[in-house]
């Protein structure tokens, strides 16, 4: 979990990601930051984007015209830009959240994180990755829908306990997978081997942007590493009793 506390500027490009569950979109955010700018880019004449307007409203995101120049030329890319830049040099925040599909924006992301900003990426799963890796973070819009779509059979009583820890994954587990997490193990164990999860998460997302145990379809990094066969889990004791602080190596 990320600092309640940082100021965040959402932009959304509305030609390149879908309209369709932007309150689970909003409420992943927040859990980041606070949106204290939300701004949407596209033509607004243009019929392809007109589901957008039902949900404006309703998630007070404030919409800027931007006609398209060029037939077949995403016409919001330029505009999404220059208020990134102004937004930047404003002060009033601390990070940003680039709502996008669309690779264009990967000198953006790469420019504002040289100024200090956090930048967060939300896109579809065939977003390039360059614009990927150019964020401190990326969450696949897919992996939203399927926990939302999961939270809703659960508040129904659709869902038992068991199923609620296997979401449907977007990604299927791979040895690429298993070696960034064993690298990464190594890489902040201690003497023993033994490495604090924790420690073991905020490193694989430096060297992964996109990688997010909801993907796999897991809800939590830890249930994720206990399905896993190649390492050993830990879980000791903190000073508060409720609390377990959970350890991984891996095995020999």
């Avoid at 039902?54 to 919001?76: C, D």
């Avoid at 996008?100 to 900003?117: I, N, Q, W």
Wanted: hydrophobic share 35%.
């Amino acid at each position: 979990m990320e600092n309640q506390e940082l100021r965040l500027a959402v932009l959304i490009d509305a030609e390149n990601v879908p309209y369709s569950n932007i309150k689970g979109v909003m409420e992943e955010i927040a859990k980041y930051g606070i949106p204290t700018i939300k701004r949407i880019y596209g033509d607004w004449t243009k019929p392809s984007i007109v589901g957008w307007k039902n949900v404006l409203l309703e998630n007070a995101i404030t919409p800027i015209q931007q006609y398209s120049y060029t037939s077949g030329k995403n016409s919001s890319d330029s505009a999404m830009i220059i208020d990134a830049m102004d937004i930047l040099y404003s002060g009033k925040v601390e990070g940003f959240c680039i709502i996008s599909s669309d690779s264009d924006f990967t000198r953006l992301a790469t420019r504002l994180r040289e100024a200090g900003m956090k930048v967060y990426g939300i896109g579809e799963r065939k977003t390039p990755n360059p614009f990927i890796v150019a964020c401190d973070k990326f969450i696949y819009i897919e992996i939203i829908n399927n926990v939302s779509s999961k939270q809703d059979n659960s508040s129904s009583g659709k869902e038992s306990n068991a199923s609620r820890e296997s979401k449907s994954p977007i990604i299927k587990i791979g040895e690429e997978i298993v070696s960034l997490i064993s690298a990464s193990v190594t890489d902040v164990a201690d003497e023993n081997g033994w490495a604090f999860l924790g420690d073991v998460g905020s490193l694989i997302i430096k060297k992964q942007p996109d990688f997010d145990p909801r993907n796999f379809g897991f809800s939590k990094l830890t249930s994720l590493m206990k399905s896993l066969k190649q390492f050993e889990i830990d879980e000791r004791e903190s000073g508060n009793y409720r609390i377990k602080h959970i350890y991984v190596r891996n095995k020999k």
